[in-house]
């Protein structure tokens, strides 16, 4: 927190790949992104285009047989690979943290939810449990827990699906962390649960933690983020300011996502749908990961991988589309 650089995370030509029984394959290929602090962030993309094992990079949480081969991670100015897990178990949870998609999955169920923050507090800090009970009640009630004196002492089965994910949110930011990357917070959520949760999210940031939001779902991203990496098959394949990838989304695959969006006009109830589905990562083609689905292929587009190329001040597309 001390150090303060303009960008919170900056991601250069990062690579990870994962031994598997058809070789080697590469769920993160050559991903550069940037967050200005107070920024949020989004990565959007069906399922399976890396937009996870991208988080865990940043987090130092890849699974066995995952390997970063190559490119930096810099958290406020600090170079993340290469750091051993006792130096990552120090920058976890103080200086970035996660929430993931089901809290019943990363909370303790014989543990009650306040004490399990409680410990976040003391890994970090030395503070008597007393101090760490009072700053755990605090930050409930900072994320809009009702009567959290009491739901401190609970189990998280006792708790609703919005609460449990309220105190993941509590968990993630009990440290005040400078980066807090939120991988699907909402999925599991219905659609009132959802939007407290993306306001809440919206309030952190103003007070000023960067934020890093992962969703397949564009709504989700319209609502919360300043600025969207569109994944694809590994690749970032647009990037834009929020607004202008709505208003002029340029990437076929960008304009199919934005079509697949159903829309309440009646004229266009027809839903789009983007034909075909995500290539195996063992299958990639040379060229263009989309080319196979896409209803503008040319010929050079499966021979020959496009480069990102920018078309206006910070919106950048990867297609031959737009190459010169
Ligand atoms: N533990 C693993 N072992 C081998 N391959 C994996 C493993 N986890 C993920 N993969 C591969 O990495 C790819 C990217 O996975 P990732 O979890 O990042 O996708 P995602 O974009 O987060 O998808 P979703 O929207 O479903 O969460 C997957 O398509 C899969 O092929
Ligand atoms: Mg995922």
Redesign the pocket.
Known sequence: MENRTELTLKIDHLNVS???ENGL?K??NDISLEIPRGKVVG?V????????????AVMGLL????KIEGGSILLDGNELTGHSEEQLCGVRGSEVSMIF?EPMTSLNPVMKVGRQVDEVIRVHQKVPLAEARKMTIEMFRAVGISEPEERYECYPHQLSGGLRQRVMIAMAMIMKPSLLIA??PTTALDVTVEAQILRLMKELNKSGTSILL?S?NLGVIAQVCDYVYV?YA?QFVEEADVFALFDQPLHPYTKGLLGAVTSLRREEAVLETIHGV?P??SELPDGCGFAARCEKCMERCSALMPRMAETEPGHRVRCHLYSA
Do not use: L, N, W, Y
């Open positions: 994962i031994k598997t394959i769920p993160v990565i993309g069906e399922s399976g285009c890396g937009k996870s094992m991208t988080a865990r699974p066995p047989a995952t998609q991988d699907e992962i397949h994944m590994g995500v195996d990562f």
